[in-house]
């Protein structure tokens, strides 16, 4: 079985829980640096440090957004892809500090961006809650990104609080790429993404929520009723206490049942996967209780 394969949630899986052995280490291609970092102003023997991966498949290779943090400068989003034939991280690109005009909130300092296809779009989600804020990117011009779409539901927030425990007031970041969930059988019409809150007061730690979307509108249309993931339900052995890093979500099959397969990391000390039954989640459908959209933004 090719790396790649398990590493994006495709085909077999291991049977383990935890690793602690190192797995391979790969280096970033010692040619990749010169043009992003110089687009940015430095040169590229600036120290840096680069985390938080997310991988996808786009146009027949391996992407994986990361965060990378520039010596005297502030923490950035960037793209990557991924060569395992050489093992090398090959740097694409650094985003502007701020991608699109003075839009509050985009700023490279946000990490917790969700890359995804849409009608062979690369789209970027940066926010599902309070509001759904989805960017496109266009290669064609490199560093920037132009918003899609901007849905907010703050009106409802405390209700949605009530009924989820997610603590809307706080700050809820994306957890992982959204995925495509076809939930009827009929045809994909649903996204799928984890989100988390941090340190909120109902519920301590790093916990993780699902949300579903509709794939046309990308309006909200079910939150977990409640964590599925996360301190609140795992034993913290690593570095960093009531921590697990969400990296990436995948539907599998196990025999007739289909299963949530999210790979974490625990504290920054083990990496760890859980199968969810999606059958035992139990939702808040926002139609059904009449949240709908601000009717302002």
């Given at each position: 079985?090719?790396?790649?394969?398990?590493?994006?949630?495709?085909?077999?899986?291991?049977?383990?829980?935890?690793?602690?052995?190192?797995?391979?280490?790969?280096?970033?291609?010692?040619?990749?640096?010169?043009?992003?970092?110089?687009?940015?102003?430095?040169?590229?023997?600036?120290?840096?440090?680069?985390?938080?991966?997310?991988?996808?498949?786009?146009?027949?290779?391996?992407?994986?957004?990361?965060?990378?943090?520039?010596?005297?400068?502030?923490?950035?989003?960037?793209?990557?892809?991924?060569?395992?034939?050489?093992?090398?991280?090959?740097?694409?690109?650094?985003?502007?500090?701020?991608?699109?005009?003075?839009?509050?909130?985009?700023?490279?300092?946000?990490?917790?961006?969700?890359?995804?296809?849409?009608?062979?779009?690369?789209?970027?989600?940066?926010?599902?809650?309070?509001?759904?804020?989805?960017?496109?990117?266009?290669?064609?011009?490199?560093?920037?990104?132009?918003?899609?779409?901007?849905?907010?539901?703050?009106?409802?927030?405390?209700?949605?609080?009530?009924?989820?425990?997610?603590?809307?007031?706080?700050?809820?970041?994306?957890?992982?790429?959204?995925?495509?969930?076809?939930?009827?059988?009929?045809?994909?019409?649903?996204?799928?993404?984890?989100?988390?809150?941090?340190?909120?007061?109902?519920?301590?730690?790093?916990?993780?929520?699902?949300?579903?979307?509709?794939?046309?509108?990308?309006?909200?249309?079910?939150?977990?009723?409640?964590?599925?993931?996360?301190?609140?339900?795992?034993?913290?052995?690593?570095?960093?206490?009531?921590?697990?890093?969400?990296?990436?979500?995948?539907?599998?099959?196990s025999g007739e049942r289909l299963q949530l397969l999210v790979l974490g990391g625990e504290g920054d000390?083990?990496?760890?996967?859980?199968?969810?039954?999606?059958?035992?989640?139990?939702?808040?459908?926002?139609?059904?209780?009449?949240?709908?959209?601000?009717?302002?933004?």
């Amino acid at each position: 079985m090719r790396p790649w394969v398990a590493f994006l949630g495709m085909g077999s899986v291991p049977e383990v829980q935890k690793w602690s052995r190192a797995g391979h280490q790969w280096d970033l291609a010692s040619d990749s640096l010169a043009v992003p970092f110089t687009s940015c102003g430095v040169g590229a023997e600036t120290e840096y440090l680069i985390a938080d991966f997310r991988p996808f498949l786009w146009n027949g290779s391996i992407w994986t957004s990361h965060t990378i943090e520039l010596q005297g400068h502030p923490q950035r989003m960037a793209l990557s892809t991924l060569d395992f034939a050489s093992q090398a991280l090959q740097l694409e690109l650094i985003f502007e500090k701020n991608l699109i005009g003075d839009i509050s909130g985009l700023s490279g300092q946000e990490k917790n961006w969700g890359f995804f296809l849409s009608d062979d779009s690369l789209l970027i989600q940066y926010e599902t809650l309070p509001c759904v804020h989805i960017f496109e990117y266009d290669p064609f011009i490199p560093r920037h990104a132009f918003e899609r779409i901007k849905t907010c539901y703050r009106d409802t927030e405390h209700q949605l609080k009530a009924l989820t425990l997610l603590d809307l007031e706080g700050r809820v970041h994306n957890s992982c790429n959204p995925i495509l969930w076809d939930k009827a059988g009929n045809g994909t019409n649903e996204y799928l993404v984890m989100v988390h809150n941090r340190y909120g007061q109902m519920t301590p730690g790093y916990n993780h929520w699902l949300v579903r979307m509709d794939a046309e509108s990308f309006e909200l249309t079910h939150i977990s009723e409640g964590i599925v993931f996360g301190a609140a339900l795992h034993h913290s052995e690593g570095h960093i206490p009531n921590v697990i890093i969400v990296g990436s979500i995948s539907l599998v099959k196990s025999g007739e049942r289909l299963q949530l397969l999210v790979l974490g990391g625990e504290g920054d000390k083990y990496a760890i996967y859980e199968r969810i039954n999606m059958d035992a989640i139990a939702w808040v459908n926002l139609q059904a209780i009449n949240v709908k959209a601000d009717a302002q933004q």
